[in-house]
């Protein structure tokens, strides 16, 4: 009898993890399919949204209840990165017309969104559950995307544990040769204000140019001045 109570636990507890893992492998399929219909050229085509919001609800509801762990290191970065992408969507579909994020009070540091078995306003998805847990990733700041221009531009396509490694790495070596996010000119480089916000996540291992020039074509003279341009909030808009 004992045997088969341990058997039949075991049998369930399977079942349930498989069941689990189904569900994952649905929301990054459906997020897949959701950017690459309503983001073109790093915009979003929020109009359309707003009047068939349909796809990103359903997104919304899957997302409500997957649980990750954190040891599953790739699924769970690509899970939070994915579910702060949608969840700034919604934020500007239940808010539109705006001309910025900013235009809600609280847009980022107040507003809860029901995602990964709990209550979480974006702030926290961004600085509890990835930068937190992951101090040393700070390729984060160049796929988490806030609606505004200012960001690195979003992709039509969902980040996937088996690609989130290359993904990383093809976004931030876009964002920092592209020279409207980086501006050098000589000896002065001017870098968006993600790098004053986050200075702390930049300088781990050496200066903020250093970090940038593992990623560039044409390094950066590390002894250039640097200074910071004021960041665009206007929407992202398509």
């Given at each position: 009898?004992?045997?088969?109570?341990?058997?039949?636990?075991?049998?369930?507890?399977?079942?349930?993890?498989?069941?689990?893992?189904?569900?994952?492998?649905?929301?990054?399929?459906?997020?897949?399919?959701?950017?690459?219909?309503?983001?073109?050229?790093?915009?979003?085509?929020?109009?359309?949204?707003?009047?068939?919001?349909?796809?990103?609800?359903?997104?919304?509801?899957?997302?409500?209840?997957?649980?990750v762990?954190?040891?599953?290191?790739?699924?769970?970065?690509?899970?939070?990165?994915?579910?702060?992408?949608?969840?700034?969507i919604?934020?500007?579909?239940?808010?539109?017309?705006?001309?910025?994020?900013?235009?809600?009070?609280?847009?980022?540091?107040?507003?809860?969104?029901?995602v990964?078995?709990?209550?979480?306003?974006?702030?926290?998805?961004?600085?509890?559950?990835?930068?937190?847990?992951?101090?040393?990733?700070?390729?984060?700041?160049?796929?988490?995307?806030?609606?505004?221009?200012?960001?690195?531009?979003?992709?039509?396509?969902?980040y996937?544990?088996?690609?989130?490694?290359?993904?990383?790495?093809?976004?931030?070596?876009?964002a920092?040769?592209?020279?409207?996010?980086?501006?050098?000119?000589?000896?002065?480089?001017?870098?968006?204000?993600?790098?004053?916000?986050?200075?702390?996540?930049?300088?781990r291992?050496?200066t903020?140019?250093?970090?940038?020039?593992?990623?560039?074509?044409?390094?950066?003279?590390?002894?250039?001045?640097?200074?910071?341009?004021?960041?665009?909030?206007?929407?992202?808009?398509?």
């Amino acid at each position: 009898m004992k045997n088969t109570i341990i058997l039949t636990v075991t049998f369930i507890s399977l079942i349930f993890s498989e069941s689990k893992a189904q569900d994952t492998q649905s929301f990054f399929k459906d997020a897949n399919n959701f950017f690459e219909s309503y983001v073109f050229d790093g915009k979003v085509d929020y109009k359309t949204l707003v009047k068939s919001p349909e796809a990103l609800n359903i997104l919304g509801e899957k997302a409500k209840n997957i649980k990750v762990a954190v040891t599953d290191v790739h699924t769970y970065q690509a899970f939070w990165i994915n579910a702060y992408n949608l969840s700034v969507i919604k934020g500007v579909i239940d808010n539109y017309p705006m001309e910025s994020p900013l235009d809600k009070k609280g847009f980022f540091d107040a507003v809860l969104y029901d995602v990964g078995g709990t209550k979480i306003t974006l702030n926290d998805i961004e600085n509890k559950k990835l930068r937190g847990e992951f101090k040393n990733e700070a390729r984060f700041h160049f796929v988490l995307v806030c609606a505004g221009l200012g960001c690195p531009p979003i992709i039509s396509q969902a980040y996937k544990p088996e690609t989130l490694e290359d993904q990383l790495q093809k976004q931030t070596e876009i964002a920092l040769n592209n020279p409207n996010f980086i501006k050098v000119n000589g000896k002065k480089v001017q870098l968006s204000q993600i790098f004053e916000w986050y200075k702390e996540d930049f300088v781990r291992a050496g200066t903020e140019i250093e970090f940038i020039n593992k990623f560039r074509k044409e390094a950066i003279d590390e002894k250039a001045k640097v200074s910071y341009y004021n960041y665009d909030w206007r929407l992202n808009e398509k």
